[in-house]
Nanobody, 121 residues
Framework: QVQLVESGGGLVQPGGSLRLSCVAS????????MRWYRQAPGKERELVAH???????NYADSVKGRFTIFRENAENTVFLQMNSLKPEDTAVYYC???????????????WGQGTQVTVSS
């Protein structure tokens, strides 16, 4: 029932900017937290940014000062604003949501399909 749909990836030059979007839809009672992960070729998937209850709680050291995570007021959408992009930011970016589908159902994590971000000149 729950789907996370990501968009906004693409090819940009170093120093450029992108805004990734993730929309959660379906049977959603409450979204507790939303996160962005990324995975570069040959590397483990890493947490990029985490927002809990509308509050930014964590950024990876590698993106602090450059990336910003924020949620729509409706709290069914999360964005990742990426500025001053570097070639090492190249990766597939995944949206993750910790949510409940119903009051009586325990929260669990859901994943988007991923969107490619390539930073290259």
């Amino acid at each position: 029932q729950v789907q996370l749909v990501e968009s906004g990836g693409g090819l940009v030059q170093p120093g450029g900017s992108l805004r990734l979007s993730c929309v959660a839809s379906g049977t959603i009672f409450r979204i507790n937290a939303m996160r962005w992960y990324r995975q570069a070729p040959g590397k483990e998937r890493e947490l990029v940014a985490h927002s809990s209850s509308g509050t930014i709680t964590n950024y990876a050291d590698s993106v602090k000062g450059r990336f910003t995570i924020f949620r729509e007021n409706a709290e069914n959408t999360v964005f990742l604003q990426m500025n001053s992009l570097k070639p090492e930011d190249t990766a597939v970016y995944y949206c993750n949501a910790d949510l409940q589908t119903h009051l009586r159902v325990a929260p669990r994590g859901y994943w988007g399909q991923g969107t490619q971000v390539t930073v290259s000149s």
